[in-house]
């Protein structure tokens, strides 16, 4: 996928308690309100979701998808991509986490999403960036 839409927002709060909220896949329902149900199917070792079933409502896209996750650059870096879905043909994303100071993390958001129905790209940057600067502020929300 080439095309990403992405976001910066600057959090006060230390990267290791952004790492750990971000880590845990299954709590994202109560506080990231375009995921509306997650099912972790499969873990590594240390409890992290690898495969999870997400149903997404993110405005005028539904969908329910089966992402996976890579946490070979966590902390600094938490990635995914899609699986399967029944609307999405890609959905690539990462959250990006640099420590300003001990107590500060800078969190940078790229998302890359395709569909199976013809739409304009136009629209699919505008809902991505959407759902990029929501997710941003209600992460920030959570920890200010």
């Known amino acids: ?5 992405t976001g910066t927002v600057i959090i006060d709060a ?8 971000l880590t845990d896949v299954a709590g994202y329902p109560q506080w990231l309100s375009s995921i509306k149900k997650v099912e972790v199917t499969e873990s590594d ?17 539904k969908d329910r998808a089966t992402l996976e996750y ?5 902390p600094a870096e938490i990635s995914f991509s899609l699986d399967e879905a029944d609307l999405m ?21 790229q998302l ?14 505008k809902t991505e960036k959407a759902t990029i600067d929501s997710a941003l502020a209600e992460l920030k929300s959570h920890f200010e």
Request: glycine content about 6%; hydrophobic content about 45%.
């Open 1 to 5: 996928m080439s095309e990403y839409s």
């Open 14 to 21: 230390p990267l290791a308690d952004v790492a750990a909220q």
């Open 45 to 61: 070792d240390q409890g992290r979701a690898i495969k999870a079933n997400v149903s997404v409502d993110a405005g005028v896209m």
């Open 70 to 74: 890579d946490w070979s650059a966590a």
């Open 89 to 109: 043909t890609a959905m690539d994303g990462k959250y990006l986490l640099k420590a300003i100071d001990s107590d500060t993390t800078e969190v940078t958001y």
């Open 112 to 125: 890359g999403v395709e569909l199976s129905m013809p739409v304009p790209r136009m629209m699919i940057a």
